[in-house]
């Protein structure tokens, strides 16, 4: 890996590729006699240090250039599924304007119903009115208290398929 005689620095740029890059080689070749008298200017354990703070100094500049690569994805994500979640929301809006009428009542809106309480149990519609069993319905007035859903229902043993309201 190391030939005898090198220096930190030059196996650091052969271990990360840099040996390769012309213009490094050319700076390596311009200075090499400084770093290398810069560094015989030091103890050995003053050496070690500086050699230790500049190879954290790389990993944490690595560190960042991978964070911020991170980061990068995330925000093409955030801007993707942004994008995404808006179109759609575009088109469940379409599809709910497709297949549900707008609602026909306003809440505290005052309506006319036609009720008995047979209508909530019975399966099927009855063969008549008047009898014991199903009495004839009457016609209550109600306040709509609000819009509860659009679907299908059985109502007085019919299924009918409408907006559903809550009514007092």
Known sequence: MSEPGDSHWKNYYRR??????????????RDLEAVL???NDFS?????KFRHAQMLEGLNMARGDRESATFQKIDKLRGFTSTLQKSLKR?????????????KFKAGQSIVQWWADWMKSV??????????????PSWYVGDVLAFVRYGTSRYAGVEITDNWYKVH
């Open 16 to 29: 990360h590729g840099l040996l390769h890059d012309p213009q490094m080689m050319a700076i390596m070749a």
């Open 37 to 39: 008298d810069f560094e």
């Open 44 to 48: 050995s354990r003053q050496r070690k």
């Open 91 to 103: 088109k469940h809006d379409q599809l709910q304007q497709q297949r549900h009428p707008a609602p």
């Open 123 to 136: 399966k099927e519609p009855p063969a008549g009115y008047g009898k014991k069993t199903y009495k004839r």
